[in-house]
């Protein structure tokens, strides 16, 4: 072999080498790269909807789960619950629900869904300054909200009342309804919050 193949042949060698290690290296750019727009597992569990099994609720019991790091509630209302949930509308700040504090589908005195009207989902956040209210599901005195108390919840902070479908009283530091997240029923005994897709 001349000195002048034996040159040539080196160059191939080392142009060859340079693709190589510069194919490698755009490979290990492009991963990271490509990782850094596709959603953290922790972005996705924050933000994905949330399966709640209804039946194992008891009438008359709430449970607390949570949605977007909120606390959001599941209520099964009794046939008594909702018989009273018509009997205050005078007292109401916005008996109809004209402030869209809700979907669509819940813009009625009970605040759900039809499928299940006495089931209610609601967020649990005062809409005043965001505390979080207590439960007072009980009717009547016993709770230490009054005899005339048909159930609902009091916001400790300021004092705010919410009747059975998170309806604010008048008179309460509290602007408006609570929150009624999008919802769904995926079967009659299975919701899920935070998805009202198909169906809606
Ligand atoms: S935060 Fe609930 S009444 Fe003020």
Partial sequence: MSQNEVDRSKRRFLIAATTAVGGVAAAGVAVPFLASWLPSQRAKAAGAPVEVDISKIEPGMIVNVGWR???????????????????????????????PQQPEYCKNAARSRKEHANILVAVGICTHLGCSPSEKLKAGAEGGMGDDWHGGFFCPCHGSRFDLSGRVFAGSPAPINLEIPPYKYLSDSRILVGDDSKGA
Avoid at 73 to 98: A, F, I
């Fill in 69 to 99: 790091g909120k606390p959001v509630w599941v209520v099964n209302r009794t046939k008594e619950m909702m018989d009273l949930l018509v009997k205050h509308d005078g007292k109401l700040s916005d008996p109809k629900c004209e402030v």
